[in-house]
């Protein structure tokens, strides 16, 4: 492992910081280099919600990072951090990515969540995809109190 990526580990296990304050203070000042490096240390935060929010704030600093970062979001099991991981990015994407943003969204199975994502991230959308996200949310139970 290099060293400042030890450094950089050091520093977060000393820092009573928040690992994404830490990291996203450090992202914008990397070489392209350790980018990699960088992603790897976020890879191994144990909290999922914790691992895609630092994904995303990363990706704030490097554009380059907003595909991969909402693969990672669209990936992720749990509905509830998904569906928070798609509002929080869809306003930093650029329009080609907006409609994986929102097939993921769309694919949310707990009804509440998907409306909610939906609901939230519908400003941000291409208007070309409204006949799409209309579909989603008539396909939402008229039971279901949202």
């Known amino acids: ?22 990291l996203g203070k450090l992202v914008p000042h990397l070489p392209e ?44 099991q749990n509905e509830e951090v998904k569906g928070e991981g798609i509002r929080l990015l869809t306003s930093h994407l650029p329009q080609e990515l907006m409609g994986q943003a929102l097939e993921a969204a769309c694919s949310i199975k707990d009804e509440k969540c998907r409306y909610n994502t939906l609901e939230d991230i519908v400003p941000n959308l291409p208007k070309d995809t409204m006949e799409q996200v209309l579909e989603a949310i008539s396909s939402l139970s008229t039971g279901t109190k949202l």
């Not at 990526?5 to 928040?18: A, F, P």
């Not at 990699?36 to 990072?65: C, G, K, N, P």
Request: aromatic share 4%.
């Open 33 to 76: 280099a350790l980018i990699s490096e960088v992603l790897a240390i976020v890879s191994l935060i144990h909290d999922e919600y914790e691992q895609t929010e630092t994904f995303i704030e990363l990706s704030t600093y490097r554009s380059q990072l907003l595909s991969e970062t909402l693969d990672r979001v669209c990936s992720t």
């Open 1 to 22: 492992m290099p060293q400042l990526v030890e450094e950089i580990l050091t520093l977060i296990c000393k820092s009573r910081e928040d690992i994404k304050d830490i």
